[in-house]
């Protein structure tokens, strides 16, 4: 199984090197998760495992939750998730921790971006605005014109899709790619990645190992293994 876990997003902090860099680093609070189901091809089509994280009371959850979880003997779960694989080298009910990131040197990590609510074209799209001079109206942080990316070249009934407006802005699904693992407190669960990652303090966010890396942290990385 492919190192990924559930966790919640407690804050930032920083930490200092032994040359005396400073570090800003996100602190995760990674799992424990259970596994609660394992999907395979000949089942579902397609491998996968699914893992659960985070107690909830019986009454917060459902029946068919509460059935599933119990499958695995574990009490009902916050959140499940599931990630593809082919290796099984977990069973149903299995208890994975931080542990499983010993050893790697990046991940990502997933989670909601925070909600802006409706905001206009500068925030939400990085406008610089109109002009501020002399002879220019009051419509400094307007989008300007609309007319010419409205369909048939401006004759038709609506603008075209994707045309960056007003509108609401995050509570998107968002990943961080390749941020470097800097710690791991396996004791008490912590994970400390380097930079930010999306969301507010207390929000679920998952973590697997790095997808893909550039050149340079993929040296990086092959220097850390040997």
Do not use: W
Not at 162 to 181: Q, Y
């Amino acid at each position: 199984m492919t190192a990924a876990l559930l966790g919640y997003k407690l804050g930032m902090t920083r930490i200092f090197t032994e040359d005396g860099k400073n570090v800003p680093v996100t602190v995760i609070e990674a799992g424990p998760c259970m596994v609660t189901q394992i999907k395979t091809g000949e089942t579902d089509g397609y491998d996968a495992v699914q893992i659960g994280f985070g107690s909830v009371k019986p009454r917060r959850s459902t029946m068919p939750g509460i059935g599933h979880d119990h499958k695995a003997g574990s009490a009902p779960l916050r959140c499940h998730r599931e990630y593809r694989c082919s290796d099984g080298d977990v069973e149903l009910g299995d208890r994975i921790d931080v542990s499983r990131f010993e050893g790697v040197p990046f991940v990502d990590v997933i989670g909601t971006s925070k909600g802006k609510g409706f905001q206009g074209a500068m925030k939400r799209h990085n406008f610089r605005g109109l002009e501020a001079s002399h002879g220019v109206k009051r419509r400094h942080r307007s989008p300007g014109s609309i007319g010419g990316h409205a369909s048939n070249l401006g004759t038709g009934p609506k603008i075209k899709k994707g045309k960056r407006m007003a509108g609401h802005m995050g509570a998107e699904r968002m990943t961080a790619r390749s941020l470097e693992v800097i710690s791991i407190d396996i004791e008490n669960n912590l994970l400390l990645v380097k930079g930010t990652i999306p969301g507010p303090p207390k929000s679920i966010v998952m973590i697997r190992e790095a997808v893909r890396l550039n050149r340079q942290k993929a040296s990086a990385a092959k220097k850390k293994a040997s």
